[in-house]
């Protein structure tokens, strides 16, 4: 198993800021996530990050508004950039070992633009 | 990419009765289906999952049943408790990338 430390657990930020939130592993992992989960709906990938490359957004997802960085294979942070009220939302990043393995979240970070 | 359809979107079951969540999957090279239970606030944790060259698991009073041909999967709980009231979300994948069902909020009438 995996524990998965993320910060901050909740913040509140003025729209047009930044906002880095980051997740780290206990151990060394393959792949590291990053999901968005909006109020009472399902988890969406925004991407993955990879250790020593840019990471891979899904569709709908960008890098100039959620830059992520992978230094090694126990950390990442996600950076939601110029944020609106839209942005409002619950990041988690998840973690997994292998293929067909399970995955692993973090606690999540709920954050509220005004 | 995959496309995971889930239902119902909310159960609610009498204690002890069972519940069943089921969910489709579009792309037939997924071979790996776990099942995730969320408490509000709450980060979302493995309940069961199966693999594709397996039929159907048990673990106490969950089982997860898998058909390939049908590219459909459901999940079973028997003598629901109330500590079973929660959201359950089913996902496949395929490599590493896991894509997650809309969720079932499933309450437990005492």
């Known amino acids: 198993s995996a524990v998965i430390s993320q910060k901050p657990s909740r913040d509140i930020c003025q729209r047009g800021t930044s906002l880095t939130i980051q997740c780290q592993v206990d151990s060394q992992v393959t792949m590291m996530f990053w999901y968005r989960q909006q109020p009472g709906q399902s988890l969406t990938l925004i991407a993955t990050a990879n250790q020593g490359s840019e990471a891979t957004y899904e569709s709908g997802f960008v890098i100039d508004k959620f830059p992520i960085s992978r230094p090694n294979l126990t950390f990442s942070t996600l950076t939601v950039s110029n944020m609106s009220p839209e942005d409002s939302s619950i990041y988690l990043c998840s973690v997994r070992g292998e293929m067909n393995t399970e995955a692993f979240f973090g606690q999540g970070t709920r954050l509220t633009v005004v | 990419g995959e496309n995971v359809e889930q239902h119902p979107s909310t159960l609610s079951v009498q204690e002890g009765d069972s519940a069943v969540i089921k969910c489709t999957y579009s792309d037939s090279a997924s071979n790996y289906f776990p099942w995730y239970k969320q408490e509000l606030g709450k980060r979302p944790q493995l309940i069961i999952d199966?693999?594709?060259?397996?039929g159907e698991k048990k673990d106490q009073r969950i089982a997860v049943t898998l058909n390939k041909t049908a590219k459909h999967f459901s999940l079973h709980i028997t003598e629901t408790q109330p500590e079973d009231s929660a959201v359950y979300f089913c996902?496949?994948?395929?490599?590493?990338?896991?894509?997650f069902g809309a969720g079932t909020t499933v309450t437990v009438r005492a």
């Open positions: 199966i693999r594709s060259n397996v």
């Open positions: 996902a496949a994948s395929y490599y590493y990338k896991l894509s």
